[in-house]
């Protein structure tokens, strides 16, 4: 019996074992098939990181080249990307011709031509679907391959359009400017002076809504007044003016004075057989405006629209007529006065309650009219404090650029309109309103008015450009090859652009006769290539197409999405020029 039971023993211990050991070689099955799928998923994974580095670098270099691709098949391209080669596939770096290497294992990509592409056009986005094979090759150590894992990596691109600024101008409250040929405003808006068909502030940029030749053409020119606005266009039919904003002294130039203001531009209207023939084609050169009045240059004659309270339409006397809702021509004629055969070439703006307009013609000389109780239009003393007629402004010659502006108060004689001009072979001379600098040379600040231009003292190199505002004035200079800004005048609202808040000296400045360099809060490396200036603030375009403004900011009106008065130039960030997107 006890052997019957020891046998029956180990034939049950037999069959256990057989049973632990077969489960134990699945097992052993099991873990060396995991294993083997962890490596290849792991060799994999490398694949695909390595295909991620090679989009990288197309994205880069299209990044590099405007949207376009540099390599491969394009033109000048030599071959695929590698990591070895530069953005036309030429080998450039021969020690790294690998993502990742050690003695078992290395890691490349190969990226060749775009699989899918749009070229950007004026503010359509550009795309781009980027195809990069990402390799993992395994090695015995001494560089056999035995293995070679390959993934491929399909990534796309898009460039929301540039927004490149070109011209920007201040009115009353806001700003406006020209970005990739459409007009954008930011700032106050309660009589449509933004023109998106609303009556919302915005302390970031809205665009313009585009009706007609506006959305089909070509933006030429932009100004801005109190609180009206206009656009000069050209396309194929010929050029065209559109307007916005203010309408109660007919300053859009519709013909209509039954409503207040157009919180959308419409076309202005011409009426008489003069100017039917005249702003015909392409004969509109050049806008301007001021106040509540809006100027145009055809076939070389000015014409005028809307109010005329200080003689500011060149025609009739001031206050007859009282307004005008279409283009009318100025008066030409007689001693001093703008001859009747000129031909102009330049208007002044002014972004303020300023009644004076200015223009330069084809002799270089600069002619004015409007208020002149502050001597605003530098033609000397005259009989009465307005003067419907052109009259020459006195002593310059050479006239190259001109620019008036100022709020209308009689209660405070130091916020008057005044006129600035860069003329005598490059310098900037002043005349008008004095009481806050704002006209410079004399350091007293008196007297209150300069009735002739007098020359500002203290501008270095040539000046290039001058823009005033109510009582401050800037002017772009060139300084032995560099172009600077200088501001003088009030600044109670940071709008010299100088770094200096409003104290009392020595602290800081509230005004100055003394022009003062705005410089600090620009990118270093960048030059400046056009400026504006109107109402209480400066702005400044750089070669990177960047707007930068400082000065009053209570609407919104640098466009930096803040409220708060600006010292020095701060970016306009709507403007910044944005990167590619690169999407993964």
């Known amino acids: 019996m006890i052997q019957q039971k020891n046998g029956y023993s180990l034939v049950l211990i037999i069959l256990m074992s057989t049973f632990i050991l077969a489960l134990l070689a699945g097992a052993m099955r099991v873990v060396t098939q995991s294993y083997i799928y962890s490596q290849e998923e792991y060799y994999y994974k490398l694949a695909q990181e390595a295909g991620e580095a090679g989009t990288a670098y197309a994205n880069a270099c299209l990044d590099a080249n405007k949207a376009e691709q540099s390599w491969s ?40 031509d775009l699989e899918a592409s749009t070229k950007r ?17 395994i090695t015995n150590g001494s560089g056999v391959v035995l293995k070679t894992y390959v993934a491929v990596v399909k990534k796309s691109v898009t460039w929301p359009a540039d927004i490149d600024a070109t011209r920007t101008v201040s009115g009353t409250n806001r700003t406006c400017a020209i970005l990739s040929n459409n007009v954008w405003c930011w700032g106050k808006n309660n009589m449509g002076q933004l023109g998106d068909g609303t009556t919302s502030n915005s302390n970031i940029p809205v665009k313009v ?26 396309s194929s039919t010929g050029r065209r003016i559109y307007c916005w904003g203010d309408n109660r002294s007919g300053q859009l130039g519709n013909s209509d004075f039954g409503g207040s203001y157009s919180a959308v531009p419409i076309e202005i209207k011409v009426v008489s057989p003069a100017a039917i023939s005249d702003f015909s084609g392409d004969k509109i050169s050049a806008i301007g405006g001021t106040g509540d009045t809006s100027c145009a240059i055809a076939s070389g004659k000015v014409y005028c629209w809307g109010g005329n309270d200080r ?21 030409s004629g007689g001693l001093n006065r703008i001859p009747n055969n000129y031909s102009a070439t330049k208007l002044s703006t002014g972004g303020s309650r300023s009644r004076t307009m200015c223009v330069i013609t084809t002799e270089k000389r600069a002619y004015c009219w409007g208020q002149a109780k502050f001597g605003q239009l530098g033609v ?49 001379y002043c005349w008008g309103g004095a009481g806050r600098g704002q006209a410079g040379s004399l350091g007293s600040g008196t007297p209150k008015k300069h009735i002739e231009p007098e020359l ?53 400045i509230i005004w100055t006769y003394k022009p003062s360099q705005v410089k600090d809060g620009l990118p270093a490396g960048e030059r400046i290539v056009s400026l504006s200036a109107g109402a209480n603030r400066g702005c400044v375009i750089m070669t990177n197409k960047r707007s930068y403004c400082w000065g009053l900011n209570n609407e919104g009106q640098i466009g930096d999405g803040t409220n708060v008065d600006r ?13 590619n997107r690169y999407i993964y």
């Open 209 to 234: 809504r585009s009706v007609g030749d506006m959305r089909n053409g070509e933006i030429i020119d932009v100004f801005t007044a109190q609180h009206h606005s206009c656009v000069l266009t050209k």
């Open 456 to 508: 500002v003292h203290g501008l270095p190199g040539v000046a290039l450009q001058v823009e005033v505002g109510i009582s401050h004035s800037c002017a772009l200079m060139n300084n032995g090859g560099e172009n600077e800004v200088y501001c003088w005048g009030n600044n109670e609202m940071g709008q010299l652009g100088a770094n200096m808040e409003y104290k009392n000296p020595p602290d800081g």
């Open 311 to 331: 003689g500011q339409l060149g025609y009739g006397s001031p206050g007859s007529p009282g307004y005008s809702a279409v283009p009318a021509m100025i008066n």
């Open 380 to 428: 000397g003393p005259i009989t009465g404090d307005n003067y419907s007629r052109a009259t020459r402004v006195r002593g310059l010659e050479d006239v190259t650029d001109i620019s008036q502006d100022g709020y209308w108060w009689e209660k405070d004689p130091d916020y008057v309109t005044h006129t600035c001009a860069i003329a005598n072979a490059g310098r900037v």
């Open 121 to 137: 056009a004026a503010l359509s986005a550009a795309t781009a679907q980027i195809s990069s094979v990402g390799r993992v090759e």
């Open 567 to 579: 010292i020095s130039p701060t970016e306009s960030l709507f403007l910044r020029p944005t990167q």
């Open 73 to 112: 098949s394009a033109p000048g391209g030599i071959g695929p990307l590698h990591p070895e080669t530069n953005c036309k596939g030429a080998v450039t770096f021969p020690g790294n011709r690998y993502v990742f290497e050690n003695s078992k294992l290395r890691t490349t990509f190969e990226v060749g």
